[in-house]
């Protein structure tokens, strides 16, 4: 009486459930044939949402009426706290294999519930997948979450998806046979690698050059790049499949980490990029205020104090502020002919566009698709080649700018220890050249030092004016140098008064000579615009070793010397 009892309550409990399911909006089975490679299940799903989260399948089976098509976009549930529940009629060609392969690919989601369930209403599999199950208990180790079903060729069944996550409830859900199951996965995975392998690479580039250059701009590019590549790493299950096995604070963390990472760096390169003075003064603290709220989040978010919710909200208000702050400077820069405005108004407009569109398939507006599930990471992607030639920009600008600062200290140091008439060294020039000279003079060779005093130059002064006596002068300093070789230096002191200083000299003998040559120049007269001046010279001298090596002193020495020779009678060679 008891069994007969039980199969009556079965039956009913059977009636009752297929007169609640004649209230369900009425969707065409999803038809499987294995001519079709893949299958989309979105058209044939019904959605019943479960705000305790906790829900059996009986009970879930017992509010069979009031399941209904999704008012979301194509294969996205927008963001909730509840879980779902989803119901797919199949009905399976009888010339089939049964053999098909059912695909989440959103790896984040954190725990799928699968039933295959027969015409009769007996659940024939139940598997548990997610990013929250260990992988050694995962039906297929693959990135996304999948699973190989056994249909009855032939027969009707329906799929029961209960699907929960902290996140977004995005669930593109393919049915496929298995050739087309690895055939996409393998293009997927062929596609992480190359994008990965862009991002790692700018990334090293920027930390090596930063190793090299200590320009702040590349660890902030750094930053940005290492975020949007991280993002990408947990978003499409690469990081979970290959580096943070059943790590799981990882996957429940880290993608909402890196997204605010990513911003983080926007900030702070924008910031950098278009800081000026044209720029408001409140835009770089602004900026940088920015930046460090972001952290804070992410500080927040990564003990627990807030939850992805919160997260997600962050980006899609806050994360948007670069872009739109940054915008009047970049117009600015690209009116002026900067092509760094304009690169920058690329780049944020694929920055906006890729993450809007982010945003508005994790809010349920936007479909799921190939295309809008990427659109961040080939977004991010266009950004960091783009802000990568807006880097190489900057930095040329900087070393530009280097080589000018560079270019303007050696000119002043060189006005400043230049004679302004003649070109040659002043005093201060020449105290340097000897301060160098000196010390670093070889064994066994000889530093001369010559100092020349012009006999005759006031009269021609006088007589003929200052314009002359100038010219006079400039014509001096030119044959000093014509007749000396490329290594030794001439200097002005002032006045009528020269210094030679000529290093390497072999021995006194060869200094001697030297003194000679220079005293035999003045024997020629100077043709001067048409007048014939004549000047002598007077020369003193010391070398170093042998009459000290300081230079003040040799120069002392030198000068005494001349004098010397002016007390003996002028226009003479003389050593003390």
Known sequence: MRRVLERWRAGFLLLVLSLLSMGVQALSPLALNDDEGAVQVWPAVTVLMDPSRSWSLDEARQRVGEFAAPTTAFATLGQRRDAVWMRVPVQVASQSDGRWVFDVDYAVLNRIDVYLLSSRGEVLRHVRMGNTVLAAERPMPSRSHAVELDFRPGEAHELWVRVESLGALIVPMTLNKEPAFLSRALREQMLQGLLLGVGVCLI?????????????????????????????????????????????????????????????????????????????????????????????????????????????????????????????????RARQGDSVGWYFLVAWLGYFVS??????????????????????????????????????????????????????????????????????????????????????????????????????????????GHEVGDRLLVAVSDRLRALLRQADLVARLGGDEFVVLAQGLSNEAHAQRLGEELLAAFQEPFPLDGLIVRVGATIGYALSPMDGSDPHHLLQRADAAMYEGKRRGKRRLTRL
């Open 204 to 332: 090293a580039y920027s930390l090596a050059q930063w190793l090299t250059l200590r320009e702040a701009l590349l660890l902030k590019y750094a930053v940005l790049i290492g975020g949007g590549v991280m993002f990408s790493v947990v978003q499409f299950g690469i990081g979970a499949q290959y580096f943070w096995t059943d790590v799981f604070w990882f996957d429940m963390h880290l993608a909402g980490i890196s997204a605010l990472m990513a911003s983080t760096g926007t900030f702070l390169f924008v910031e950098e990029v278009l800081r000026g003075p044209e720029r408001h003064r409140w835009f770089s603290p602004v900026m940088k205020a920015g930046a460090a709220f972001l952290v804070a989040v992410a500080w927040a978010y990564g003990v627990g104090w807030i939850d992805l919710h919160v997260v997600s909200k962050v980006i899609g208000t806050v994360g948007l502020m670069p872009g739109l702050m940054g915008l009047p400077g970049a117009v600015q």
């Open 355 to 464: 993450t809007t569109i982010m945003v508005l398939v994790i809010r349920g507006v936007v479909p799921a698709n190939f295309w809008t599930q990427h659109s961040f990471q080939l977004g991010a992607t266009l950004d960091m080649l783009l802000f990568l030639r807006v880097l190489a920009l900057r930095l040329h600008a900087v070393h530009e700018q280097a080589l000018r600062v560079a270019h303007e200290r050696d000119h002043a140091l060189s006005v400043a220890a230049t004679d302004a008439l003649t070109g040659l060294l002043n005093r201060r020039g020449l105290q340097a050249a000897l301060n160098e000279a000196l010390p670093a003079g070889k064994p066994g060779q000889i530093t001369a030092v010559y100092l020349i005093d012009l006999d005759g130059f006031k009269p021609v002064n006088d007589e003929f």
